[in-house]
């Protein structure tokens, strides 16, 4: 039934899919069946690529269940060597092939193929995606690095960022950029873009930097144990996570005097500026990977000015960890990975902006709520042909555009809804820069004593289910939006605390006259 709805993430094959894909000569031979091939669509529209992932599929039917099933698997293998003839090969089970037990790893083998064969072994029905990704590259680099001399230089890894992942891809170039003006090398970024021979290099590295904890912390912690190579535990999201990541970085290889250009942040001026109060106290939900939902967090609070009123992620993996960040900022952690539970807490919470997934953004949609995009799952429009990172000085000036323009814009349509009977500004005027062709006054007037048509504002219960009035609605409406949320989280208390059932236009100003008090 999960299938048939929206999902954070898929099984954990397609984890497996997504660090395949992300490198250059990896492929992946699954053993599933014919209707476990459509994650391919998620590779070419939403990660924008060219070709289809390096993948070859068994594709067995019903009819196969009744044979030998192995067979099917041994010549998928021997055909994608022979076809595609790459520098190593993993193999695995779909979440359907895994009942019928066959043996990928023991099967490929035994047939002695030229490279490396990396068997996978992913409980398809405990674990999910992200874990799929983390475990295929701890195997991947298990199998293949080599303890090496180190670079003359000073050098570090990449590690973490894979295909489908949420803009990894300028992330890696910012982060170059970074450790580049510090003074260090990047050996191999890994497994995104890397082939079979990068990973053989990973052990010259002087350390690492783990960019996504969710799909390469188990490689990292591998490699800290048998090559000696720490890792950075900053992940360098925000301004304030961007200085420490510095730090960290600078206290690993011994620089007593980070290096820190911030020349490139374009948004400073925005707190010199009056409108930057407008932003102060508002009241944010944070939905995403746990990564992601950490660092926003910190911008949200402390480089931002919002209020964080509820957070969560949908990987298990990490719900200690965001368990831990809500009772820092004094909230309830919401560790699910069902969409609709967290429909429900941001209705309960009615908060002014949404940070979260798609799945968020479609929520807002429905409940009038602007949102914008911090994590995977995402689709396309948020997977840019731009320039676009999150890491470092250039992401922290792309999420400062990406958080405000939906909030400046949403306060642009209230005044315009406001004014639209404004002689100079309604819609049958012509542009003020032209001469201004106002309509004549009979116009304007025309529509004076008819009905409104209001939208219906989502409510939310709060006690006793209070019922709002059209003509309460219509109030409410003129509002700003801004504090629209506020105004009906009061008046649906009030109501509840004195009995009423049917919210008036009376009841929304005996309810402000009680708060003003």
């Not at 993430?9 to 899919?17: D, L, S, T």
């Not at 030998?68 to 021997?78: E, K, R």
């Not at 497994?191 to 912390?217: C, M, Q, W």
């Not at 009056?274 to 967090?297: L, M, P, W």
């Amino acid at each position: 039934m999960k299938l048939a709805v929206w999902t954070y993430e898929g099984p954990p094959h397609v984890g497996a899919m997504r660090v395949a894909t992300a490198m250059k000569d990896l492929h992946f031979v699954l053993h599933a069946p014919q209707g476990d091939t459509y994650a391919d669509l998620l590779f070419t529209m939403i990660d924008r690529r060219s070709s289809r992932p390096p993948v070859t599929y068994t594709t067995f039917q019903a009819r196969d269940l009744g044979a030998d099933t192995s067979d099917l698997f041994q010549d998928a293998c021997g055909d994608a060597y022979e076809r595609f003839k790459p520098g190593a090969m993993i193999v695995g089970a779909s979440c359907t092939a895994e009942l019928i037990q066959d043996d990928p790893g023991g099967l490929a083998e035994r047939m002695g193929l030229p490279v490396p064969v990396i068997p996978l072994e992913l409980p398809s029905y405990q674990r999910k995606e992200n874990f799929g990704a983390d475990e295929t590259f701890f195997q991947v680099v298990r199998k293949l690095a080599k303890p090496l001399e180190k670079t003359e230089r000073l050098s570090c890894n990449i590690l973490g960022p894979t295909a489908l992942g949420f803009r990894h891809r300028d992330d890696i170039l910012e982060l170059t950029a970074i450790l580049s003006d510090i003074g260090i090398d990047v050996n191999v970024v890994a497994p995104l873009g890397a082939s079979v021979s990068d990973i053989k290099r990973i052990g010259a590295a002087h350390f690492n930097v783990l960019l996504y904890p969710e799909t390469g912390e188990t490689a990292c912690r591998w490699l800290e144990k048998e090559f000696d190579q720490k890792n950075t535990k900053v992940v360098p999201i925000g301004v304030g996570a961007t200085k420490d990541f510095i730090k960290e970085v600078s206290s690993i290889i011994g620089f007593a005097d980070p290096f820190m250009d911030t020349s490139r942040l374009r948004f400073n001026w925005w707190s010199k500026s009056v409108d930057s109060t407008y932003f102060t106290g508002k009241r944010i939900f944070i939905f995403g990977d746990a990564t992601h939902v950490k660092s926003s967090a910190r911008i949200a609070r402390d480089e931002m000015g919002f209020e964080v009123v509820g957070l969560g992620c949908f990987n298990r993996e990490f719900a200690r960890q965001i368990r831990s960040l809500a009772k820092e900022y004094n909230v309830d952690a919401l560790i699910t990975d069902d969409y609709l539970e967290v429909e429900a807490a941001i209705e309960a919470l009615q908060p002014e902006m949404i940070l979260g997934t798609q799945m968020e953004r479609h929520i807002g949609k429905r409940l009038g709520i602007p949102c914008a995009v911090i994590s995977a799952p995402f689709h396309v429009q948020d997977n840019p042909a731009r320039y676009s990172p999150q890491v470092g000085w250039e992401g922290a000036n792309v999420i400062f555009d990406t958080w405000v323009h939906p909030l400046v814009m949403g306060l642009e349509e209230h005044l315009l809804h406001m004014f639209r009977d404004d002689f100079e500004f309604n819609d049958e005027a012509g542009p003020s820069h032209h001469g201004g062709h106002a309509a004549p006054k009979k116009m304007l007037n025309q529509n004076i004593g008819q009905d409104i048509v209001v939208e219906p504002v989502a409510s939310i219960e709060v006690g006793p289910v209070s019922i709002w009035l059209s003509d309460a609605e219509k109030e409410l409406k003129k509002i700003p939006f801004f504090v629209r949320g506020k105004a009906r989280r009061n008046t649906e208390t009030y109501a509840a605390n004195k009995g009423v059932k049917e919210i008036s236009v009376e009841t929304l100003y005996e309810a402000k006259a009680h708060y003003a008090n």
